[in-house]
């Protein structure tokens, strides 16, 4: 089975599961501001935070794409009360009912990703599986297209970026590693199978790419389009991202140059010192051999 993707889990209405399964024996529920993230868990305050904490993401994931909030379908986020053998820390699929509808649904085997970003991460990805969704009906025995992991990073890492700054060290750390890998070899790497040093640049080139598509103009109306697209395409493939942005006309090298010139932008947000025109020069040759888009 190919990275990205997962066989589509069927429920029925028989069970009592058109709008979620049930919530487990003793858990109550706390439902978001929006309505759309319901939270199971035993600690009633620790509810309270995470239907917030989903707020607060969606909020900032809404803003990014300039999306309106006109969610279809609930997002759960639960928490398991044991972590079965060989289960992840945390893992989101989505669930089809009759008629139609459907599910997104975050199952939290660890405790421990409760206070990281790891689970803002998640959330991000829920949002994007439930609009990818919303015009594709998810029908059974059909494989279910997450969304790529290069857009997950590079919003998350946005998202940080705007409230903290960039983190110390990333820019060195982005000059030596040189110009950011082939488009098509950078959708098909695996992020979690990454060193923690890997998966750090992984994450800054990932946000690079996206801040190179936002910045043209309809750069997230296309990013949006390219997302509700997935389910019938290939989170892999270059071309297809490439085809949302008629300014590359399907020429990676053309995004390549831009992505360059958005890292290069976010690396230099880094400096504590303010470097003279001739090492600006010296480093920025290091990533740059470029001609100016059109």
């Avoid at 759960?76 to 893992?91: D, E, K, S, W």
């Avoid at 942005?245 to 290069?264: H, I, M, R």
Wanted: neutral net charge; charged residues 20%.
């Amino acid at each position: 089975m190919r990275a990205g993707v997962y066989l589509l889990p069927v429920l029925l209405l028989a069970l009592g599961l058109a709008q979620g399964q049930a919530a487990p024996v003793g858990l109550q529920r706390s439902i978001s501001s929006s309505g759309q993230f319901v939270v199971y868990f035993a600690d009633g305050m620790a509810r309270t935070k995470f239907a917030r904490q989903a707020e607060d993401i969606k909020e900032k994931w809404r803003r990014i794409l300039h999306l309106k909030d006109d969610w279809k379908a609930p997002i759960i986020i639960q928490v398991a009360a044991r972590r079965p053998r060989n289960a992840p820390q945390m893992v989101t699929r989505l669930y089809e009912s009759d008629g139609g509808e459907f599910k997104v649904q975050i199952d939290i085997y660890d405790l421990a990703v409760l206070n990281s970003r790891a689970l803002d991460r998640e959330i991000l990805r829920a949002l994007c599986l439930e609009y990818s969704y919303r015009g594709h009906p998810a029908l059974a025995g059909r494989p279910i297209v997450q969304p790529p992991e290069w857009l997950i990073d590079g919003m998350a890492e946005d998202i940080v970026a705007s409230e903290e700054g960039i983190p110390s060290g990333l820019y060195e750390m982005l000059i030596k590693s040189g110009p950011p890998p082939q488009l098509s070899a950078f959708l098909k790497m695996r992020p979690e199978r990454l060193d923690a040093t890997s998966r750090t640049l992984y994450s800054a080139q990932a946000m690079g790419l996206l801040q190179a598509l936002l910045g043209l103009a309809g750069g997230a109306d296309g990013l949006a389009d390219y997302l509700s697209g997935l389910p019938a395409g290939n989170p892999t493939d270059a071309r297809e991202l490439l085809d949302g942005f008629p300014e590359f006309s399907g020429d990676a090298s053309q995004l390549s140059k831009v992505w360059t010139l958005s890292l290069a932008g976010a690396s230099a947000a880094d400096r504590v010192k303010p470097l003279t025109m001739q090492e600006t020069r010296r480093q920025l040759a290091l990533l740059l051999e470029i001609s100016v888009p059109k």
